[in-house]
């Protein structure tokens, strides 16, 4: 049984959650979530508590219980706080700057890199720095993830772009003959 998939969701003051079968949709003081889920699942509303529930008890049902759990959950928090997430320019003369929309990376390529952020991920960049900010938490690791994969730090020196707590593994260098 899954224990995630068993914890109740708490649902805090101001937040409007609206069940149509398997389709939610969550509206908080930050905006507004949606997502269908899985028919298997079923979601139980008792005041301000919503329970999951297994329509029935196959290994991959209650599997997706708790996944379907933990994704109501993070658009309940989202709505309400939000997430963020910060990447780390390293390497002498990249930088970052942000113009409207788009991101321009300057990460050791011959002509800077432009990235159009998505809609509902707003981002706000100190040089070496690029804190990204969203009320989906599926869409902010995608577009950090995209950002990263321009230029990955690399082993050597470490120059790259890196999540913030990344620990980059460094190799040693060639070693002089003997």
């Known amino acids: 049984m899954s224990r995630i998939?068993?914890?109740?969701?708490?649902?805090?003051?101001?937040?409007?959650?609206?069940?149509?079968?398997?389709?939610?949709?969550?509206?908080?003081?930050?905006?507004?979530?949606?997502?269908?889920?899985?028919?298997?699942?079923?979601?139980?509303?008792?005041?301000?508590?919503?329970?999951?529930?297994?329509?029935?008890?196959?290994?991959?049902?209650?599997?997706?219980?708790?996944?379907?759990?933990?994704?109501?959950?993070?658009?309940?928090?989202?709505?309400?706080?939000?997430?963020?997430?910060?990447?780390?320019?390293?390497?002498v003369g990249y930088r970052a700057d942000l113009q409207g929309n788009t991101i321009n990376l300057n990460v050791g390529f011959s002509n800077p890199v432009l990235f159009d952020l998505p809609a509902g991920v707003d981002a706000q960049v100190d040089r070496t720095e690029i804190t990204l900010g969203s009320i989906d938490k599926e869409l902010l690791g995608q577009t950090a993830a995209t950002i990263r994969a321009i230029r990955k730090p690399e082993p050597y020196k470490g120059k790259g772009i890196r999540y913030e707590g990344e620990r980059i593994v460094r190799k040693a260098g060639k070693s002089a003959s003997k």
């Open 5 to 91: 998939g068993n914890k109740p969701i708490e649902i805090p003051a101001g937040v409007q959650v609206d069940i149509k079968g398997n389709h939610i949709k969550v509206t908080g003081p930050k905006g507004a979530l949606e997502r269908t889920f899985r028919p298997e699942i079923e979601f139980v509303t008792e005041g301000n508590i919503i329970s999951v529930k297994c329509r029935d008890m196959s290994k991959r049902t209650v599997a997706f219980s708790g996944l379907s759990r933990t994704l109501l959950d993070n658009m309940i928090f989202g709505t309400v706080n939000g997430f963020t997430k910060k990447l780390i320019i390293e390497g």
